[in-house]
């Protein structure tokens, strides 16, 4: 059973646009969730985290969204660059805690 | 210095071949990691040691054997995998603990 899930397996978003990217989690014991981003040949890099006692956190370009009842969060890139076309992990974890678990990821193409 | 190095970045073993993959991080970083990913799916997570003590083992089958001979090293020890075992073998490190780094991986293919 999926705990953390990315439903959309691929987006197309024209440069200078803004990309969301949607997550939904299952286990509400779950408190802190990251992105990470991955190109092709590289490990994941981490982009950007939340707590679960927030409901936003910017970093630049970079907003995580967190809907705990609904159990969704979303990342937005404002606006998006050619260098975002990458895969993006969304992941959750108990506490800071070192198992984290990762959902399938999705494929970002920014079109110029 | 926040990277992660693995070696050897390819490796095509046999089935009674046996191989090691090392991981190597200066960051000072008091956990370290090791997953496995197959092509469009994401990373799954194998061991984890903390302090140089393994902390979590992921029920992986023993011809996965990890070692950690230091603070700064994480070695995964290969031997008698199968066809199914061909992935990407990242290594990872962290401080805080989900927060982590990640190195590039190594690419094994298991003929």
């Known amino acids: 059973d999926q705990q953390v899930k990315q439903n959309s397996p691929s987006l197309s978003v024209q440069e200078g646009r803004i990309s969301i990217l949607n997550c939904d989690y299952t286990n509400s014991m779950f408190d802190y969730f990251l992105w990470y981003k991955k190109y092709p040949a590289e490990g994941p890099t981490f982009l950007i985290s939340?707590?679960?006692?927030?409901d936003k956190n910017e970093d630049g370009r970079f907003t995580v969204f967190l809907n705990k009842s609904a159990k969704h969060l979303s990342l937005h890139i404002v606006p998006s660059q050619p260098g975002d076309s990458a895969v993006y992990f969304c992941?959750?974890?108990?506490?800071?805690?070192?198992?984290?678990?990762f959902g399938k990821g999705t494929r970002l193409h920014i079109l110029p | 210095d926040t990277e992660v190095t693995q070696t050897p970045k390819h490796l095509v073993m046999g089935m009674t071949n046996k191989k090691s993959l090392k991981c190597e991080q200066h960051m000072g970083h008091r956990a370290m990691y090791w997953y496995k990913q197959k092509a469009k799916k994401p990373p799954e997570l194998m061991f984890v040691?903390?302090?140089?003590?393994?902390?979590i083992n992921e029920s992986v089958p023993s011809r996965f054997s990890p070692e950690c001979p230091n603070s700064s090293l994480l070695n995964l020890h290969l031997h008698a995998l199968q066809p199914e075992d061909s992935a990407l073998y990242l290594c990872?490190?962290?401080?805080?603990?989900?927060?982590?780094?990640f190195g590039p991986g190594t690419r094994l293919t298991v003929t």
């Open positions: 992941a959750a974890s108990v506490g800071r805690d070192d198992k984290i678990i």
């Open positions: 939340i707590s679960s006692i927030k």
């Open positions: 040691y903390s302090y140089e003590k393994l902390s």
């Open positions: 990872a490190s962290s401080q805080e603990g989900s927060r982590q780094y």
